[in-house]
Each structure stands twice: as C-alpha cells, then as structure tokens.
C-alpha cells in the first residue's frame, strides 16, 4: 500500500463540506480512478493527497516518506511565457537539478508524451490536446511514484482524447507510478483504471470500490467488447444507487 | 498595400493640414503674434535651436529620472505588499490619497521645502509622484494575477517564496507592469512640465520654463515649436515603451497574437 485516507472530513470557508468519512486506500502501482458526480470532493480527496490543504479531520497516511507527487489539473495550467521546454523542466528547476540535466531529462519526457519536434513551441503555438501532453511531461519529468489528475481530459474532444488516455497508460505501464485519476466519464474510468472508488454526492465519501482487470495492452478494440461494457455498466450502476 | 496604407494615411493627413493651416494663414494674413504660419514656427525652431535643445534635454532628464525612480519604486513595494498583507493594508490607502489629491497642489510644497536652488530634484520629485501610482497599482494587481493552480504546484514542489515570485508572479505581472509603464511614462512627463510650470521661474530650464518665457515676450512661433518638441517627446517614450513591451511580450501573450493574426 502507497497511502491511506482514514475518516477524512474536509469544509470550505464558505461553509460548504466537501468530504465526510472518506476512507481509502491507494496501492502502489495501481491506477485508481475516483468517479461521482459534480462537486462530489473528488477534487478536494486529491488535493488532500497532494498536501496542499488539510483535512479537517481524519488523516491522510503514507507508508514511508511521502512520495514524488506530480500533479495534472484539468486545465494544463502551463506557464504561457515559458517554451515547452521550460515548462517540462519545471519541477527539476525547482528541484535544483543541474540546467544541463534537467534539459535532457525534459526532452525525454516531451518524447514520452509525444511532443518531440515541439521542444521551443510555446504554449499559445499548440492545441489543447498537445498542451495536456506538455503539462503531462513536466508531472512525467521529475519520475514520480504518484501522479494524482482532476480529470485531465475533460476538455478534451474524443480523438485528442482516446490517444491521450492509451499514451498515459503506455507511460503508467513503463514508469510503475501510481495514478489517482478524477474523472466524471464512466467510459473513460473503467478503459483506464484497475481499481475504481465511486463517490457518493456532496458531502463525498467513498461508497463503492470496483476493482477492474483490463487487459494489459489495450486498444480501441477493448472498448467493443463485453468486458469493457460490463466493466463500465457496474461503475454506471453504482453511480446510481442511492445508499 | 494595406500596410503602407496604415502609415501613408496618417502622413498625408499631417501633411495635408499643415498646408491648409499655412496657405490660410497667409491667405489672411493673420499677424504672427496670433497665430503664426508652419514656416514661422520651423524658423523660430531653427533660430533657437541650441536653446531648445538644451531645454529638450532638460525635460527629458527629469522625465526619465522620474519614469525610472517611479517603475522600481512600484515594482518594489508591489512585491513587499505581494509578500506580506499587513503592509500592503496599511500603506495602500495613502498611495491611494497621495494619487487622488491633484499634484498641481503639492507641487508649491515640494517647492518650497526642496528648494528652488534644487529645482530639479523638485521637478523629479513631482514627476515621480504623478507616474508612481499606475506602476504600483498595476504591478499589485499582476502580482496577484498569477494562476493560482500552477502556485500550487510550485509549492507541491517544494519551491521557496523566492522562487514563487520571480519565477512565477513577476513574469504573470510583466504585461500588467508594461501597460503601466506606457501610461506613467506620459504622466511622468506631464508631471515635469506641470511641476516647471509651477515653479514658474528660478533656475528651470526645461522646455515648459521656454513656453512660459516665449508666452511673455508674445513668441508665439517659438511657443509652438516648444509644443511640437513636447508633443515628439511624449510620442517617443511611447514609442520606446510600445517597442519595449512587443519585445518582451509578442512570443507568448494573447495582445501580441491577435495583432499577427
């Protein structure tokens, strides 16, 4: 096990609670998505993991020291001043790691997210899709054991985003990092996830874990066959149910 | 075509109206005193010019020295008030009155407690507080402007307050800081001339002092090439300071692109 969020209750200033008796474990490796609907605390559940709020009550737990952590928001969030480049170096910069280094380590990353060529792009020179990709390489770059995503994709259209979800799992596959993905997508959570945690309305909290066993390698055809549909019919109905 | 269009219309005009303004003055016969002919005006330009240029260069010092002291004084205490709420909460109400009350008031002041026999450091004193406020206020809010999820990233990595702020909120406030500069930049000159003519005599050799002077002895025709030199001045700095920004701003910001697109 990577982490574990125990009882945890979280209010905003403005007097709304997002999360009450959330309880949840993240093992390592596994791709996790946390599926509800809108403003359920799934958000919130992955900026507690993250460490920038606190919880209000309960804990979040890490077994050991808490890992590299890269985070993908929904919006790519870049730094419009800034080359693609410059972006992907992003956590290196700050990290201290030597120019040179960082640089090449960047690159890489560009590649593995499928910018190469786009290196001296800047940010309003590419489309949506390709500055997700940019934003997905400056979370690859510092080789995090957890990359946590508010539904990265969201804003996507349905090819830019198709390719984007096989490519993350190729990189997932590769790196052996643990994923926590917020979706809203049904379709999109049971194509990627091994294991899926459904949220109940606001206040959120957990009420039903489904774990997966897609196939290793998948392409566009698993999502024609009857595993997928059962997969994303029981993530449907436990959206549904009313506990 | 269309873009020499864009730079021969303007021209033409100028053109244009020049020759009307110098065919009807003659034509009418207007005295010189009045209303003197372009002609007039480009003789009295070319009989005073060592003297004008002198004057020139004295508003512009006094400009610049202004513009400048007022940009990194902005700067500066827009980044103290991004760094602390406290200081910003209790200094920003009198930045706010010090803006609102109208210069050409204080200006006497300033006068009197500087010194007439260091006017000049009066005159940058005044330019510096007509220019100074846009600065801060702009650069205060670009400070502010900064994408609030990439500051969370920065500390998910760990960054330092240091780094937040010059890695990330001092480029988000860059193009806030520019369009500051353009209008302080106008103002600080403004300032200088408003601040000369208060000081109305003395030793002020600025361009404003020439005005006033030429006013008295009724040279008009030198008024107005003081006015035309003022006037190219204030265009300059504009232009030093529009060049300025589409240096710093036209590979990533949305004001560069919709002008290439």
């Not at chain 2, 010092?61 to 209790?90: C, D, H, K, P």
Request: proline share 5%.
């Amino acid at each position: 096990m990577l982490l574990s969020l125990r009882d945890v209750s979280k209010s905003f200033a403005s007097g709304t609670q997002a999360l009450k008796g959330l309880t949840l474990d993240v093992g390592a490796g596994e791709f996790l998505s946390l599926v509800g609907p809108s403003g359920c605390g799934k958000s919130t559940a992955l900026r507690l993991i993250a460490g920038l709020i606190a919880p209000d009550g309960g804990a979040v737990n890490f077994a050991g020291d808490k890992p590299e952590t890269g985070f993908v928001f929904q919006e790519p969030t870049l730094m419009p001043w800034a080359n693609a480049l410059t972006n992907a170096r992003l956590a290196l910069d700050l990290e201290g790691v030597a120019r040179g280094e960082a640089e090449a380590r960047a690159a890489e990353a560009l590649a593995r997210a499928g910018l190469k060529g786009f290196e001296q792009a800047f940010p309003r020179e590419l489309s949506g899709g390709m500055k997700m990709r940019v934003s997905i390489a400056r979370a690859i770059a510092a080789k995090p054991k957890l990359l946590l995503m508010d539904e990265p994709f969201a804003a996507l259209d349905e090819p830019a985003r198709q390719a984007l979800n096989d490519d993350l799992l190729t990189l997932w596959r590769e790196d052996g990092m643990t994923i926590v993905f917020v979706t809203h997508s049904v379709y999109e959570s049971a194509y990627l996830s091994t294991r899926v945690a459904v949220f109940s309305a606001r206040p959120g909290r957990v009420v039903e874990e489904i774990a997966l066993k897609p196939p290793a390698q998948r392409d566009e055809r698993y999502r024609l066959t009857p595993e997928f549909a059962a997969a994303a019919g029981r993530i449907s109905a436990a959206l549904k149910a009313k506990p | 075509m269309k873009a020499a269009l864009k730079y021969l219309l303007p021209f033409a005009l100028g053109v244009a109206v020049l020759a009307a303004w110098q065919i009807t003055v003659r034509a009418l016969d207007v005295p010189v005193y009045l209303v003197p002919a372009p002609s007039d005006i480009a003789r009295a330009f070319a009989d005073n010019f060592p003297s004008l240029m002198a004057s020139l260069w004295a508003t512009l010092q006094v400009t610049l020295i202004a513009f400048v002291l007022a940009t990194a004084g902005g700067v500066g205490l827009a980044v103290i008030f991004s760094q602390s709420r406290m200081v910003e909460n209790t200094l920003y109400p009198y930045a706010v009155a010090l803006q609102v009350t109208p210069v050409v008031a204080i200006a006497p002041l300033i006068l009197i407690w500087v010194g007439y026999d260091r006017i000049e450091l009066a005159l940058i004193l005044i330019a510096f507080l007509v220019s100074f406020f846009p600065i801060l206020s702009n650069t205060t809010l670009g400070l502010k402007s900064a994408d609030h999820n990439l500051i969370d990233l920065f500390k998910l990595y760990g960054a330092s307050r240091w780094q937040i702020l010059v890695r990330l909120q001092l480029p988000s406030a860059l193009p806030y800081l520019l369009g500051a500069m353009k209008i302080a930049g106008g103002l600080a000159l403004i300032g200088a001339v408003v601040a000369e003519f208060v000081a109305g005599s003395g030793t002020a050799t600025g361009l404003a002092w020439r005005i006033i002077e030429a006013g008295n002895r009724l040279e008009i025709a030198k008024m107005f090439a003081c006015l035309a030199l003022l006037a190219a001045l204030g265009i300059a700095i504009f232009a030093a300071l529009s060049a300025l920004e589409y240096a710093l701003l036209h590979k990533w910001h949305e004001s560069a692109l919709k002008k290439q697109g």
